[in-house]
């Protein structure tokens, strides 16, 4: 499998940036932590707009920089979308378009006007100037000028922090759409958990310039040694799911997750597609024999217990980290803990209150 290595130190007043990455140079990964943390400054030094010194880069077998060598970001092979599109005012959509295209030697274009244009659905916008544009247009616009370059890498740095959520639901079908047409590997720097949980495929979570955990975005996200730097609010679990069934009577859709089944209110989304899925810890409550029904719970997975989380005697709360064919986090009492004597490896029973369908946000609670 092709990978991008990284690895760079940087000095400032204030803030040291020292970090080793060992990514899979396909799909979405995903920069994710709090201001100050470094994302952005990790960006800058993949893209080569910062050298760090005795820094490494290497993609799909090419070295861009180590002792030796430094290419500059000019011959790097890399797309960049920022924040605000920075369109040129005074060119049409098409030659906006065509700018990065034709400084391309026709040898290396891999992809063409029209591919860009009907994957990114602009092809009404073509002979507009930037200024009739909404800022989503030109969010879209700005992606694909990016992807006419033919770049190995493509780099966004929160490329929707200015855009309102309407604005948001537009573009982000459209970066989905990215990697799966065009092969195009992804580095994505954000501090929106919604756009992290709809888009990821790696997750790279930064605190104070160190990387705190890297890897699958479900194993990431269910780690117990995480919640300092995720936030109570999104610690839980990330599952893949797929639609089994649609329950009209009840108004509810069957999905299915490593051979269990979980319910949601029904989607309309067609049987045998994907769904991910979100599980806050604190929507997961354990019991140590299956209820048999005689609960208002509907959705009940078997388990096993894979690690117990720090103790803080000044806490009321622990995490719990299960195995149910893939990571889902828990968090119970000290209490509770002690009177259920839960050990690694020890079979249970998560009872899940509620479930975040991730496409929309969107929660179902069935108690």
């Known amino acids: 499998m092709d990978l991008l290595e990284a690895k760079f130190k940087m000095n400032y007043p204030g803030f040291n940036l020292d970090v080793e990455l060992n990514l899979p140079a396909r799909g979405v990964t995903v920069v994710f932590g ?18 760090a010194p005795s820094g490494y880069m290497k993609i799909a077998g090419q070295v861009w920089q180590d002792k030796e060598r430094f290419i500059p970001i000019q011959e790097r092979k890399i797309g960049l979308v920022f924040q605000e599109s920075r369109l040129f ?24 006007l029209n591919e860009v244009v009907q994957v990114l659905d602009i092809k009404a916008l073509l002979q507009r100037r930037p200024e009739k544009l909404s800022g989503g247009e030109r969010q879209r616009v700005a992606i ?10 493509l780099l966004m740095d929160e490329p929707l922090a200015s855009l309102d959520t309407q604005l948001k639901a537009e573009i982000i079908p459209f970066i989905k759409r990215i ?12 501090h929106s958990m919604n756009e992290v949980l709809q888009l990821v495929d790696t997750m790279v979570i930064l605190k104070s310039g160190k990387v705190a ?21 999104q610690l839980g679990a990330v599952l893949e799911t797929s639609v089994s069934e649609h329950d009209e009577e009840f108004g509810l859709t069957r999905l299915d ?18 769904l991910r899925v979100h599980i806050h810890s604190k929507d997961v409550s354990l019991s140590m024999a299956s209820p048999q029904g005689a609960t208002s719970v509907l959705n009940i997975l078997q388990a096993k217990v894979k690690k117990i ?20 986090l828990a968090t119970i009492t000290r209490k509770s ?7 690694p490896g020890q079979p249970v029973f998560a009872n899940i209150k509620a479930i975040k369908m991730i496409h929309d946000q969107s929660d179902a609670g069935f108690n």
């Open 34 to 51: 709090p201001s100050g943390s470094g994302k952005t400054t990790l960006l800058r030094c993949l893209s080569g707009l910062e050298k």
């Open 89 to 112: 005012p005074h060119l049409s959509i098409q030659d906006n378009l065509l700018y990065g295209f034709q400084r391309t030697l026709p040898a290396e274009r891999n992809l063409q």
């Open 144 to 153: 694909g000028r990016a992807l006419l370059t033919s770049p190995k890498l």
């Open 179 to 190: 990697e799966d047409e065009f092969k195009t590997p992804i580095v994505y720097v954000t």
């Open 213 to 233: 955990n890297c890897g699958p975005v479900e194993t990431v996200f269910s780690d117990v040694r995480l919640r300092e730097a995720m936030g109570d609010e």
């Open 257 to 274: 997750f490593m051979g269990q089944a979980l319910h949601v209110p029904k989607q309309n989304i067609p049987v045998g597609q994907n």
């Open 309 to 328: 989380g720090v103790l803080d005697p000044k806490g009321y709360s622990v995490d719990i980290e299960l195995d149910a064919g893939r990571p889902i």
């Open 337 to 343: 803990l002690a009177n259920l004597n839960l050990k």
